[in-house]
């Protein structure tokens, strides 16, 4: 079955920064895009970004341009958040999952990693 396992979050200060890690199984990895989203306390799941199959192409939502970074690996089906010049607003549980343009393609979700951003 389709199984993600997220892993890396932590305290961070802000200004900090963070390497977040997404361990994929149960499908071809390789032939998928993935996304990165996150959910803030009290709020609704947002998507991060996203990088194509190949990772030649990333998108990202205007609150972390510039900021974050996504790669894979794909002879590790591991995607990963590289978190730069943490801010308060990005404390959440970040999760991710194979997408189709903006909208996750599996409902099994992992367990997510907590940020917590705090001086």
């Known amino acids: 079955q389709v199984r993600f396992v997220e892993s890396g979050g932590g305290l961070v200060q802000p200004g900090g920064s963070l390497r977040l890690s997404c361990a994929a199984s149960?499908?071809?990895?390789?032939?998928?895009?993935m996304g990165w989203y996150r959910q803030p306390p009290g709020k609704g799941r947002e998507l991060v970004g996203s990088?194509?199959?190949?990772?030649?192409?990333?998108n990202y939502a205007d609150s972390v341009k510039g900021r974050f970074t996504i790669s894979r690996d794909n002879a590790k089906n591991t995607a990963y958040l590289q978190m730069n010049s943490v801010k308060s607003e990005d404390m959440a549980v970040y999760h991710c999952?194979?997408?189709?343009?903006?909208?996750?393609?599996?409902?099994?979700w992992g367990r997510g990693t907590q940020v917590t951003v705090s001086s």
């Open positions: 999952n194979a997408v189709l343009s903006t909208r996750p393609l599996f409902s099994s």
């Open positions: 990088i194509s199959s190949g990772g030649g192409i990333t």
């Open positions: 149960g499908f071809t990895f390789s032939s998928y895009a």
